[in-house]
C-alpha cells in the first residue's frame, strides 16, 4: 500500500512539473510570473535601432535532472524594459543594473537576472534587470548597446521616484551580460543614436562594473582586446571573476584585465580552478568558488554600495 502512494505521489510530482513546464512556456508577460514592476525605457514611437525578434516574447523552462526545475530563459525580445526590484524603507540607496546573459540570442532571466536582483535587495541595494533586445549577432549589436545606454540614463533620471542615488548607479552582467557591462564601461558616451528627450541629458556611464565569466573581451583565441573593450581611464572601478574550467576562455577576462591594469582603473580579480558558467550567486557545490558572493559584498561595500547599516 505505501509502495503504490508513493507510486501515485511521485507521478503527481512529475504531472506537477509538467504543468509547470507548459505554463511557463505559454507565459508572454513576465508580470505574472513576478510582482516586480516592468517599465519601458523607450517612448511609443521613439525607440531606434532596428528588432530583430521574429514572433512573440517567448518565455521557455528549463529543468534540471529529477525534473527540478532550473529557471527561465527568455526569447524574442522586441520591448526593452527595466524590471524594478526595490527595497522597502531604503531612500537615497545605491542601485544596479543587472544584465543577463544568453549570448545575445536569448536571455537566461531567472538564473542571472531575477535570482540575481533578490540577491542584491538582501544588501540593501535597488536592482533594475535589463530585458534587452534579442537575438542579435555579435556585430549587430548596436540596439543592444542603446539599451542598456539608455537604462542607466533613465535610472538617473528618475533617481528621485525610485528612492535612489544618482551617483551609485552600477551594472553587473553574466556571460553575455558581462560583455554588455564591459562595453559600457568602455563606451557610455559613444553616440549611438539622437537624443530623443531630457533623459538623455544624463550619463550613462556605471559607477562601478561587476563582469562575472564575461564572453568574448578578446579576440578570438587571443589575449588582445576586442576593438570595441578598449579600456580608458574614466572606466569604472571592476570586479572580475572567471573560472579556469569555464567554456568561455579566461583569455576572455584576461585580454581586459591588462588594460584595467595598465589604465590604472582600480579592479579586483577572483580566479577559480573550478566552477564552470552560469553558476550566477548560486553557492552550493562545496567549491571555492562558492564564496565569490563574499568577495563581491566586500568589494561593494568598499565601493560605498552597501550602506553602513546593511553592513
Not at 289 to 308: H, Q, S, V
Amino acid at each position: 500500500m505505501k509502495r503504490i502512494c508513493f507510486l501515485l505521489l511521485f507521478f503527481c510530482g512529475l504531472c506537477s512539473f509538467a504543468n509547470i513546464n507548459k505554463e511557463i512556456e505559454n507565459r508572454a508577460d513576465l508580470s505574472d510570473f513576478d510582482t516586480a514592476p516592468f517599465i519601458d525605457i523607450w517612448k511609443s514611437g521613439k525607440m531606434p535601432g532596428k528588432v530583430s525578434a521574429k514572433g512573440a516574447e517567448v518565455m521557455k523552462g528549463e529543468f534540471a535532472k529529477n525534473n527540478q526545475r532550473k529557471g527561465f530563459v527568455i526569447e524574442n525580445v522586441s520591448k526593452p524594459q527595466i524590471q524594478f526590484y526595490d527595497v522597502e524603507g531604503a531612500k537615497n540607496a545605491p542601485a544596479m543594473l543587472v544584465c543577463p546573459g544568453g549570448a545575445y540570442l536569448s536571455l537566461q532571466y531567472s538564473n542571472e537576472g531575477l535570482r540575481v536582483a533578490r540577491f542584491l535587495n538582501s544588501l540593501g541595494i535597488k536592482a533594475f534587470v535589463l530585458k534587452y533586445r534579442v537575438p542579435y549577432k555579435m556585430n549587430e549589436r548596436d540596439p543592444i548597446n542603446m539599451d542598456a545606454q539608455r537604462a542607466i540614463k533613465y535610472i538617473r533620471h528618475n533617481a528621485k521616484k525610485f528612492g535612489i542615488d544618482p551617483k551609485r548607479v552600477g551594472m553587473i552582467g553574466f556571460s553575455a551580460g558581462a560583455n554588455l557591462t564591459a562595453w559600457m564601461s568602455c563606451n557610455f558616451d559613444k553616440k549611438l543614436y539622437e537624443p530623443i528627450d531630457k533623459i538623455d541629458s544624463q550619463s550613462a556611464r556605471p559607477d562601478i562594473a561587476c563582469l562575472i565569466y564575461p564572453h568574448l573581451l578578446n579576440k578570438g583565441s587571443t589575449y588582445n582586446p576586442s576593438d570595441e573593450m578598449i579600456v580608458r581611464e574614466d572606466t569604472p572601478p571592476s570586479f572580475v571573476v572567471h573560472a579556469q574550467d569555464d567554456r568561455v576562455p579566461m583569455a576572455s577576462s584576461l585580454s581586459y584585465l591588462m588594460q584595467l591594469y595598465e589604465k590604472k582603473v582600480p579592479l579586483d580579480v577572483h580566479f577559480f580552478s573550478k566552477g564552470g558558467h552560469a553558476f550566477s550567486v548560486i553557492n552550493m557545490r562545496g567549491i571555492p568558488i562558492d564564496g565569490w558572493t563574499d568577495m563581491l559584498i566586500k568589494w561593494l561595500a568598499y565601493r560605498n554600495f552597501i550602506d553602513k547599516d546593511r553592513q
